[in-house]
């Protein structure tokens, strides 16, 4: 698992997420047993856990030596997870997706209404947590959540758009990735009853963190392959969705090829070709940059927290983000 490894000086991590994952699934259980398998279904799929993950490395961060997470922790981490869960069922059902975490997809199996109503199960479950959290937790969550859809409905409205920007692009992914990355570390700081400064600076961080994410998230999607992704590659590009690599495309040389290709529906072949013009634009080089320039701020922030293992570990998650997106563009 990608933050196992990232986070692995933590030594307490891989007993955390384990207890994480029994809570995880706890969290979902209902009286109808046909409901529990839907909203199980990604669970059991797996995943990295990185908003939960971050949630507990950022509880430590002022003890110098890394503790097992408390209760409140843990079910803070279970929050944000489930909003995330939520949130994919839902994107799942907007672009049709039909695999995700390499199985099929929740909609996939059981149609477009029961995806969205287990997606909203999921976040009434997240909710109900939040509120056993503390008001501030609970108000936090929900904001959030108003956040991930302000930002989805960005996204939506400069679909198929070719003059699509990088600030339109930016505001989107700050509410559809950054914020909830932002609130996953702040809930960790608030439940394990961090100093105030302390609390806004690793909001600051998942923020820096989220945005990064997203932009490596999306560089992948025109490098890797099906496998490596463990859903369909190029499918933003099928959706009429252009993220930042596209947008620097089209001011490069192969701009007017390539925007002649995109702006409507586009066949498998077209993908193809269009991925590959993007590829020899530089615009997933430049990408890449910008994807450093939030790992930069997400370091800087990092600095102005005490010394542990838990800031190292936050540390070492922020410098692997960058070589997985190199690796491929390198390769």
């Given amino acids: 698992m990608v933050l196992v490894s990232s986070l692995s000086v933590l030594p307490t991590l891989a007993n955390d997420l384990s207890e994480l994952e029994v809570k995880l699934q706890d969290s979902v259980i209902a009286e109808d047993k046909y409901l529990t398998e839907i909203a199980s279904h990604l669970i059991t799929a797996g995943g990295k856990r990185v908003r939960p993950g971050f949630t507990i490395a950022s509880s430590g961060i002022e003890t110098p030596k890394a503790v097992a997470a408390s209760y409140d922790v843990l079910m803070g981490g279970v929050a944000v997870e489930l909003v995330h869960l939520g949130s994919l069922y839902h994107d799942d059902v907007m ?19 029961t995806a969205i109503l287990a997606g909203d199960f999921l976040l009434a479950r997240a909710s109900g947590i939040a509120a056993s959290l503390g008001t ?32 339109s692009y930016e505001r989107s992914i700050s509410g559809k990735t ?24 690793l909001t600051s961080f998942g923020h820096s963190y989220g945005m990064a994410f997203q932009i490596v998230d999306d560089i992948l999607d025109l490098v890797s392959t099906d496998e490596q992704l463990g859903k369909p590659s ?45 590829r020899a634009s530089g615009g997933v080089s430049e990408a890449l940059s910008r994807a450093r320039l939030w790992t930069d701020k997400a370091s800087a922030a990092l600095n102005d927290l005490p010394p542990s293992e838990s800031t190292e570990a936050l540390g070492a998650a922020t410098t692997h983000l960058i070589q997985r997106a190199a690796t491929p563009v390198i390769n």
Wanted: charged residues 25%.
């Fill in 136 to 167: 501030e937790v609970a108000e936090l969550l929900a904001g959030t959540i108003g956040e991930l859809c302000e930002g989805q409905i960005l996204e939506l409205q400069s679909t198929f758009k070719l003059d699509r920007n990088e600030s």
């Fill in 178 to 201: 950054a914020s909830l990355l932002a609130t996953a570390c702040r809930i960790g700081g608030l439940t394990a009853d961090l100093s105030r400064d302390n609390i806004d600076i």
């Fill in 234 to 278: 190029g499918n933003d590009l099928m959706e009429g969705v252009y993220t930042l690599p596209v947008i620097f495309a089209f001011a490069s040389n192969n701009g007017e090829e390539l925007k002649e290709l995109l702006g409507k529906e586009i066949s498998v072949e077209e993908r193809d070709h269009a991925r590959n013009l993007i």
């Fill in 95 to 113: 672009d049709e997706a039909e695999m995700r975490r390499t199985v099929p997809s929740v909609n996939a199996i059981w149609g477009n209404l």
